[in-house]
């Protein structure tokens, strides 16, 4: 496997899917990788989606990631079992990732490296990145102002009542 290109699928989902998100995700896969070496087999005990809450630095269940279908065949390629990957592959490609997250100044996965988590004011400004805010109807000053709902007849009642 070549370490340039495998380098040029993670940098362009990075300007695709700059964040949280996608910074999670990729501290999760490589944790993931690194564990394989460790064990000699990797086990993917979740969804690809889900890598980053289950392995990465924000175990969220609201930091999901998909990603585009090229990152998606190379995790899915890398993580097989039945791929041999050798120690200096992987040290190398960690290597690549952890110097090119920081040289595109990657906020979330560069303050990751050293701990594993995040220091705390990133973490406050991470949940904030995830909450979700509900866009909230506009009151109407009068009770004429408001439309009147109307309810939809069945598919039964319709039929009876052409019938009659």
Known sequence: MDISGIMDVVLKEYTLSKGLLFE????GCVSLLESRIDTSACVLDCSLNTIGVHHGFLKDARALYTGSNAYQSLWLGLLKPQE???DTF??????AVF???RDVSSVFFAA???TG???EELLVEAEAALF???RRLRRTLSKQAITPIHKHKGLSRTRKAART
């Not at 999670?24 to 501290?27: E, R």
């Not at 992987?90 to 290597?95: A, G, I, M």
């Open 24 to 27: 999670n995700h990729l501290y």
């Open 112 to 114: 990751a490296l050293d």
């Open 84 to 86: 041999l990957l050798l």
């Open 132 to 134: 979700v805010k509900r």
């Open 90 to 95: 992987v040290d190398e490609f960690e290597d």
């Open 99 to 101: 110097s090119a997250m």
């Open 117 to 119: 988590e995040l220091p």
